[in-house]
């Protein structure tokens, strides 16, 4: 009883947030290419980034957007610089934001930005002329870049100044909405009701089988009932059909984080754990299946790495020289900003690359089906 008092002032704030931007008391823009938004509604540790580079290779391996302009645009989360900026790549971490520089570096054809303002970054990316007329854009170090034909939004769901065209929101399978909270007492940064605006709903972290029971009982804990496996589509209480689909996480091979990373490291049997992510479990369960985890240190989402922080995970890797030094790929571009690793630790530093993967084909076509067919339902109503 006492927590819902306490939470009250924010939930109705919440509430009534959503209440004016739904009839239009709060003024939301759209964007004049299509918007593709992948967001949640519970603070972090969902999956955003590897789900929205899923998201950039279903568009650039489509017959109608391989050759297209895109683009990804995100806030850039505990970065120092200001106001719009073209993310480079290998560029720094601290400068631009961790998963923005990840994403670069994974696609170097599409084109990467950071602007807090979600709806000033769309009217930089649709017409960059106006980089170099707009004094918002003064600071903005590469002001060279094609007009966009599509956008994709990166942790854009609760930002309603902005009309994304389609969203897709991520929710974790192992924290059910219905036995989360609002912050500070959950993790839910936003209304459960909310994940009912989404035109798809993606379970993350999924184990690797679900039978299509045990998927129907999971949707109902997010109030859809009359789960259908072959369409993937519910309905929930005010008659609305939900697509939802489901997937898990793979990682994959050790890759050297700096070019002095020598690969024979990959094959010892002990290995040194360190991670500034939401939750690092599945992979410390992950890793542990191959090697030895002689010393583990986690660090706060985001990270920033310093002198005394290189100095622990040294001396650990010199308490056991045989053991691999490994850390997740988001941590790894921010130490790429660091300048001073000792060399002996950057021949045994790698990173584990994740990636996600729909439980079933099937789930994978209706995903691809239904987002070209609204990208498509876009371009008709434009002509």
Same mark, same amino acid.
């Given at each position: 009883?006492?927590?819902?008092? #306490?939470?009250? +002032? ?35 540790? @969902? ?8 998201? =950039? ?50 696609? $170097?054809?599409? @084109? ?6 979600? %709806? !000033? ?23 060279? #870049? ?32 219905? *036995?989360?909270? =609002?912050?500070?007492?959950?993790? #839910?940064?936003?209304? +459960? !009701? ?12 999924? $184990?690797? /089988? ?61 290995? %040194? #754990? ?12 992950? =890793? ?16 920033? /790495? ?14 056991? +020289? ?17 300048? *001073? ?16 993967? &729909? ?6 076509? %209706? &995903? ?6 609204? =990208? ?5 109503? !434009?002509?």
């Amino acid at each position: 009883m006492l927590e819902k008092i #306490l939470l009250a +002032p924010y939930y109705l704030t919440l509430k009534l947030r959503h209440v004016f931007y739904d009839h239009g008391w709060c003024k939301s823009y759209p964007c004049e290419v299509p918007t593709i938004c992948i967001g949640n509604i519970a603070a972090g540790g @969902t999956g955003k980034t590897p789900h929205t580079e899923m998201l =950039l290779k279903t568009l650039l391996q489509s017959d109608e957007w391989a050759f297209s302009n895109i683009a990804v645009l995100s806030r850039g989360h505990k970065r120092t610089s200001r106001g719009f900026q073209q993310v480079e790549r290998d560029g720094s971490a601290s400068f631009y934001g961790d998963e923005p520089v990840q994403i670069k570096n994974k696609f $170097p054809s599409v @084109t990467v930005a950071v602007d807090r303002s979600r %709806v !000033q970054g769309c009217d930089f990316l649709c017409h960059p002329e106006k980089l170099s007329t707009s004094k918002k854009a003064r600071k903005c170090r590469n002001k060279e #870049l094609p007009p966009a034909d599509i956008v994709v939004l990166d942790d854009a769901f609760q930002y309603r100044a902005l009309r994304s065209y389609f969203n897709i929101v991520l929710v974790d399978y192992n924290r059910p909405v219905d *036995k989360d909270r =609002l912050l500070p007492f959950g993790r #839910l940064r936003d209304l +459960p !009701q909310r994940l009912h605006q989404a035109d798809i709903i993606i379970v993350t972290k999924c $184990p690797v /089988y679900l039978e299509d029971q045990e998927r129907a009982e999971w949707v109902k804990t997010m109030g859809i009932v009359e789960f259908d496996p072959e369409t993937c589509q519910g309905v929930d209480k005010r008659g609305k059909r939900l697509t939802i689909l489901f997937t898990s996480i793979n990682y994959c091979p050790l890759q050297r984080v700096f070019e002095e990373g020598d690969t024979r490291y990959i094959y010892s049997q002990k290995l %040194v #754990l360190f991670s500034g992510i939401a939750k690092d479990t599945p992979l410390r369960r992950y =890793l542990s299946d191959t090697y030895k985890i002689v010393k583990h240190f986690t660090f706060s989402d985001h990270h920033k /790495y310093s002198a005394m922080d290189i100095s622990r995970i040294h001396a650990a890797s010199r308490a056991f +020289p045989t053991a691999v030094v490994a850390t997740t790929e988001k941590d790894s571009q921010r130490l790429r900003d660091y300048e *001073k690793i000792p060399g002996s630790l950057k021949e045994r530093l790698f990173q584990v690359p994740i990636e996600v993967a &729909f439980l079933s084909e099937r789930e994978k076509a %209706v &995903f691809e089906k239904q987002l070209m067919d609204a =990208l498509r339902v876009f371009h008709s109503a !434009q002509q």
